[in-house]
């Protein structure tokens, strides 16, 4: 089975940083998405960032210009590195990918743990 392992969370102060990490596992064709979403309790859970495999990277409007995706795909590893943070942005992260577990098979998206980012005034 796949599985996706996020680190990187934790509490941060308004204006600060946190780089966070997610790894696939397991045996799969092929990882072509790679993106990360975010969820307020009470609130539907928000998409934040978006790394297609040769196609490009597309950032949600409350977020463009502080946040970074990246991917390493020798590492089967998507970053996001956040930066000047605000308190609005406290919410759990999620890591999801769209995976391919056989050649002639669709994808289906699979996604992690979840990851609690807390900024502080």
């Known amino acids: 089975q796949v599985q996706l392992v996020e680190s990187g969370g934790g509490f941060v102060q308004s204006g600060g940083s946190l780089r966070l990490s997610c790894t696939a596992s397991?045996?799969?064709?092929?990882?072509?998405?790679m993106a990360w979403y975010r969820q307020v309790p009470g609130l539907e859970r928000e998409w934040v960032a978006v790394s297609f495999k040769g196609a490009g990277i597309d950032y949600a409007a409350p977020v463009k210009g502080r946040f970074t995706i990246s991917r390493d795909d020798t590492k089967n590893t998507v970053y996001l590195q956040m930066d000047n943070l605000k308190p609005e942005d406290t919410a759990v992260y999620y890591c999801s990918m769209m995976v391919m577990t056989n050649p002639r098979a669709r994808d289906y998206r699979y996604w992690g743990q979840g990851t609690q980012v807390t900024v502080s005034s």
């Open positions: 397991g045996m799969f064709y092929s990882l072509n998405e």
